[in-house]
């Protein structure tokens, strides 16, 4: 039997040709060399069975479980969500730590164990996904199965102060200690699972400080995630007229697009544009910040406030500063089709990507995809999102400082032609080498031990 690869994810893609572009990647990829895809079924029971189910079947295999209403409470909206989410992005503050919650949490990444461990072959590579799994392996070895076992964290890796908030604290480090690949999105990513690790007796590390191996697993590598850029490059330009503005927008467009999480900062975000129209000289263009920020996981406590509070800060900010045909913010509390994303990328004059806290941000590539090479916006990008090991030539700023946020918005909107050329140049040739082929090979070739 030839070797499978087996992902695992807790969402998996529903549609017969799923769109998105890290689905789009693991599609293509199990198309190309057969496998099978594993995750919840989406909806919780009342009694779930312990067994793995077939959904669909094409160039491969898609399998989901089940978890029960108070599994949907414990390990979802609460362990992954309140507790490792903020903790994972510097939130220690707001976690709901519950006893019940690591209990929901280890029964649902057990029973998976358990049908992984029926199901998995010797040959086969099991690629686990993100934060809802994370002692998969550990309790997977605990089970015998010996197939190579890679995990990929989406989301940062918090600092060790951070984790001792975490009840779990020492669990965690089993937990990652048992991949045969523990990747993550960036080397700040990789310095601090080292950091975790820094007085382990089983932890080893080469003359430079760098980590090189666990007792049984090998060190943390970063695999930085991409889009498919040229695809995406290629949809902006044939949308590029599709969206009309409408005319209360000012003669230039600011954009954000965010799921509306407290990580992404987006208040901290409005009070910098809030700054530079404050600084703003009365004869320059108007300029109009569009922010599109559909509610996310209005369950969970910790997100009920934030729509308010950004409908408020909004509202004080246009109340100073609107005019009869202009208003400075507007705020579209939905999701938008991909083919208005990308028209709406293509028209903005500027981004604004300033996270708090973010993995990657795939909101900044996308935006560099999108531009047109002869007359592109300009990318203001946070130093907390992944992104910014790699789109260097932006406009760095630090979100917390609003004047500072302020005045990058003001050297964007001003910046010359040649300027704006050469930084997107460079800008567009990393998101196109580093894209998503790029990194689900380079993934596949470490957790294969051949790259
Ligand atoms: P997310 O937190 O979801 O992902 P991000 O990387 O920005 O964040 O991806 C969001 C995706 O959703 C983008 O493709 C974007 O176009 C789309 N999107 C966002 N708002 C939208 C809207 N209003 N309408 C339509 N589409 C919208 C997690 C991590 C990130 C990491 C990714 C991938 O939190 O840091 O980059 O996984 O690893």
């Known amino acids: ?85 903020p903790l994972f992005h510097r939130r220690a ?3 709901h730590v519950q006893p019940e919650y ?3 949490y280890m029964a649902v990444n057990t029973r998976l164990a358990d049908m ?48 001792l908030a ?27 699972v080292m950091a975790h690790y820094r007085d382990d007796p089983d932890a080893t590390f080469d003359t430079q400080g760098r980590m090189v191996a666990l007792e049984d697993g090998v060190a943390p590598r970063h695999f930085p995630i991409g889009i498919d850029a040229q695809d995406f490059a290629a949809l902006a330009l044939a949308q590029a007229d599709a969206v009309p503005l409408a005319m209360t927008l000012g003669q230039k467009l600011v954009l954000g697009v965010d799921r509306l999480d407290y990580s992404k900062g987006l208040v901290h975000r409005f009070d910098g544009f809030a700054a530079y129209l404050e600084a703003r000289a009365p004869d320059t263009p108007k300029a109009t910040l569009l922010q599109i920020a ?39 509390r939905r999701n938008v089709e991909r083919d208005t994303l990308a028209s709406v990328y293509r028209r903005a004059d500027v981004a604004m990507v300033t996270p708090l806290a ?28 992944g992104a910014a090991e790699q789109l260097t030539d932006a406009l760095m700023v630090n979100p917390y400082d609003a004047a500072e946020v ?29 894209n998503i082929a790029w990194w689900t090979r380079s993934y596949l070739g470490a957790l294969r031990g051949t790259g």
């Open 358 to 385: 973010d993995g990657m941000n795939l909101v900044a590539k996308e935006f560099v995809a999108a531009q047109d090479p002869d007359d592109p916006g300009v990318l203001i990008l946070s130093h907390f999102a």
């Open 1 to 85: 039997m030839t070797a499978r690869l087996i992902v695992v994810s807790n969402r998996i893609p529903t549609e017969a040709e799923p769109s998105g572009g890290l689905v789009v990647a693991l599609h293509d990829c199990l198309t190309a060399q057969g496998g099978v895809w594993i995750g919840t079924s989406g909806t919780p029971v009342k009694t779930p069975e312990p067994e793995l189910r077939q959904i669909a079947e094409g160039a491969y295999t898609r399998m989901v479980f089940d978890i029960s209403e108070d599994e949907h409470e414990g390990y979802y909206l609460g362990y992954a969500n309140s507790v490792l989410w």
């Open 294 to 332: 559909p509610p996310s996981r209005e369950d969970v406590d910790a997100y009920k406030d934030i729509r308010t509070e950004l409908e408020q800060a909004a509202g004080m900010i246009n109340g100073a500063h609107a005019e009869l045909d202009w208003t400075p913010i507007r705020y579209i």
């Open 93 to 95: 503050d707001l976690m």
């Open 116 to 163: 992984l461990a029926d199901f998995a072959q010797p040959d086969d590579l099991l690629w686990i996904h993100d934060y809802h799994f994370l002692p998969l392996a550990a309790l997977l070895q605990e089970r015998g199965v010996t197939c190579r076992i890679g995990f990929f964290l989406h989301i940062p890796f918090p600092v060790v102060s951070d984790i």
């Open 166 to 192: 975490l009840p779990q604290a020492n669990d965690l480090k089993d937990w990652v200690a048992a991949y045969d690949v523990f990747g993550v999105q960036t080397e700040g990513d990789v310095a601090r």
């Open 102 to 104: 690591a209990d929901h």
């Open 406 to 434: 302020g005045e990058a918005v003001q050297t964007a909107l001003t910046m010359p032609l040649a300027e704006r050329k050469a930084r997107h140049a460079r800008l567009l040739e990393n998101v196109m080498t580093e």
